[in-house]
């Protein structure tokens, strides 16, 4: 069973940075799909940036594009998304998603991901 704990979220003023942690573990297959997704209170989940495991791809929204970069290290099994220059509109809930074995077509839709994590609260103050 495929396991993901996300941290790194806090409180930072407009400008700032963050970077956000996911460590991945349980994996079967060496080919997965990962990515960042995001809900703030009373909006719909969604994708924020997303790479395959294997290729090392990435997908961006482009709301975060030239702001935010995901990369992996695969040694630690672990997903990062290093956030710039946030936004008071960058402020959610940010959970870390993983597909096993196979890479999405999909990557923004939620549903194509199987596997997530608690989550880690952002908040950008103006």
């Known amino acids: 069973q495929v396991q993901l704990v996300e941290s790194g979220g806090g409180s930072v003023e407009a400008g700032g940075s963050l970077r956000l942690s996911c460590a991945a573990s349980?994996?079967?297959?060496?080919?997965?799909?990962m990515a960042w997704f995001r809900q703030a209170p009373g909006k719909e989940r969604e994708g924020v940036a997303a790479?395959?495991?294997?290729?090392?791809?990435?997908h961006y929204a482009d709301s975060v594009k030239g702001r935010f970069t995901i990369s992996q290290d695969n040694a630690k099994n672990t997903v990062y998304l290093q956030m710039n220059s946030l936004k008071p509109e960058d402020t959610a809930m940010y959970y870390c998603?993983?597909?096993?074995?196979?890479?999405?077509?999909?990557?923004?839709?939620?549903?194509?991901?199987?596997?997530w994590g608690q989550g880690t609260q952002v908040t950008v103050s103006s």
């Open positions: 998603a993983a597909a096993q074995g196979r890479t999405v077509v999909a990557w923004s839709w939620a549903l194509e991901y199987g596997f």
């Open positions: 790479i395959w495991t294997t290729s090392g791809t990435t």
């Open positions: 349980g994996y079967t297959y060496s080919r997965n799909s």
